[in-house]
């Protein structure tokens, strides 16, 4: 076992050697490798912040149905015990002019605007619930809704919840393609740098073999270049995200501000930071096991 673990750590100080003797090149290709994974690593965040933004609403199919400005409370009432009785709706609540006023003035910059009417502007509304969120019922459901009496207009609720939904799925699935095809760039990228490794080993690499060197023993080093390169790569990436998200959240907070909103891009976290530099690692490692699997093969068979 001893003699395993120090066979393991030679060829890993052998290998960060390596590095450190080229550094140009090694820095070079870690930032080709980090520029590859800060692009899915930015949307994936980008993605995240926004599910997490649309989680905060209700995704509950919700019709709001605001009623006449001269309705009066026993007809919001009355609205509200029929709208009870439709087929398909699950709940229902009172959101009155007084309330809606409230909330309204509570906006940044609506106070002053609200106080040069004078009387209030808004009407009495009832937030109803669906069972269903599928598209024809609640068409119908609105329309039998607009039907009843003193009932002005019916607006459906979180329809935008719906689409923002579909659209971070679209985006999903364009970050994973992404991921998918700048993996396969990895494992491309490294492929070459342990091709290029092992050329200029070549000899002493058929030399081992003669001597009796295991299969084991030679790939080792190549490995450890692979994975470390990964790895490094992975380092980079995580920093370039980082370096964007940084530059990226002050307009981003300005103009979220011109809309009363402090949204801002989150900050990668330190678990999904690691989780891609050890990834990035492992996609290294595969590139190396295939380009020192053909060579030895090649070199087996001449």
């Not at 709001?64 to 229902?92: C, Y």
């Not at 002050?250 to 989150?266: C, V």
């Amino acid at each position: 076992m001893r003699a395993w673990i120090h066979q393991h750590w030679r060829s890993l100080a052998t290998t960060v050697r390596r590095l450190a003797e080229s550094p140009f090149n090694t820095v070079l290709n870690s930032l080709v490798i980090g520029v590859a994974l800060a692009l899915p690593a930015g949307g994936y965040v980008a993605l995240d912040t926004l599910r997490e933004l649309t989680g905060d609403f209700s995704g509950d199919a919700q019709l709001t149905v605001f009623l006449e400005l001269e309705a009066k409370p026993n007809e919001l009432s009355e609205l509200q015990n029929r709208v009870r009785k439709l087929p398909g709706v699950a709940s229902s609540r009172v959101v009155t002019k007084e309330q809606a006023l409230t909330r309204l003035k509570q906006t940044e910059g609506m106070a002053e605007v609200i106080s040069v009417l004078g009387s209030n502007p808004l009407p009495d509304a009832l937030v109803v619930t669906a069972r269903e969120a599928n598209e024809t019922e609640l068409a119908k459901l609105a329309a039998d809704v607009k039907a009843l009496p003193q009932v002005a207009q019916v607006q459906l609720d979180s329809a935008w919840v719906r689409r923002m939904g579909a659209l971070l799925r679209l985006g999903r699935l364009a970050v994973v393609t992404l991921a998918g095809l700048l993996g396969f760039a990895l494992v491309a990228v490294t492929f070459n740098t342990i091709r290029l490794q092992i050329l200029t080993q070549r000899d002493e690499i058929e030399v081992a073999k003669l001597i009796g060197a295991t299969n084991s023993f030679i790939r080792r080093p190549f490995y450890y270049l692979g994975a470390l390169q990964g790895a490094l790569g992975g380092i980079a990436g995580c920093l370039i995200a980082l370096a964007g998200i940084w530059l990226l959240n002050r307009p981003i907070l300005d103009f979220a501000r011109l809309y009363g909103s402090e949204f801002q891009l989150r900050l990668l976290p330190a678990g999904d930071a690691l989780a891609i530099v050890a990834l990035a690692g492992a996609l290294g490692w595969l590139g190396a096991f295939l380009s020192v699997s053909k060579h030895l093969w090649q070199i087996e068979h001449r």
